[in-house]
């Protein structure tokens, strides 16, 4: 199962190398790591995507509010948060096949980014789970290439959920 962790951390060279070298050296399987700049410049927010059952997810979020630089860890479940992933993928579609997967990418609601005589490059962001159902979908027709960036995620609603978040630490 995977469960996805938000990070909230200060803007500091090599925080993120040592929260994967961390989870590393712990024997977590990182399904995938994003990071970026916050609202404030002094903050980074990161996803993390972590396999295993919840205590594994747990041991993980206490591992990493250790860390100095951390200042808070939120679980986000798919019930109280929005989650999104993007992705690039080049098809091979000649003349024959490129209707069906424009037509395709219509009905997904990704972007046609580039075209050449034998290739389309399509662009899509969504939930995990669509981004697969995309490239089942494509998988029929030959995928040249692909690139897919991680989760990012936030809880959804008013109230913050964190975990963890260290008195002496706070934004």
Excluded: W
């Excluded at 992705?87 to 003349?95: D, E």
């Excluded at 008013?158 to 002496?168: A, D, G, P, T, V």
């Amino acid at each position: 199962m995977r469960h996805t962790i938000g990070v909230v951390m200060e803007n500091k060279p090599g925080v993120l190398s040592r929260i994967s070298a961390l989870l590393a050296r712990r024997g977590f399987n990182i399904d995938s790591i994003t990071a970026g700049p916050t609202r404030n410049h002094d903050v980074t927010r990161m996803t993390v995507v972590i396999e295993g059952d919840d205590y594994v997810a747990d041991q993980a979020a206490k591992e990493m509010s250790k860390l100095e630089d951390v200042l808070r860890i939120e679980r986000l479940t798919h019930e109280q948060s929005t989650r999104r992933e993007i992705m690039l993928i080049k098809v091979r579609a000649g003349k024959e096949e490129r209707g069906e997967i424009v037509d395709l990418a219509k009905i997904m609601e990704c972007s046609i980014v580039d075209i050449s005589r034998s290739t389309l490059m399509l662009e899509h962001s969504d939930t995990p789970e669509k981004i697969d159902l995309l490239v089942d979908l494509l998988s029929s027709y030959e995928i040249l290439d692909m690139a897919r960036g991680g989760a990012i995620a936030l809880n959804t609603g008013e109230e913050e959920q964190y975990i963890f978040e260290l008195e002496s630490k706070k934004e």
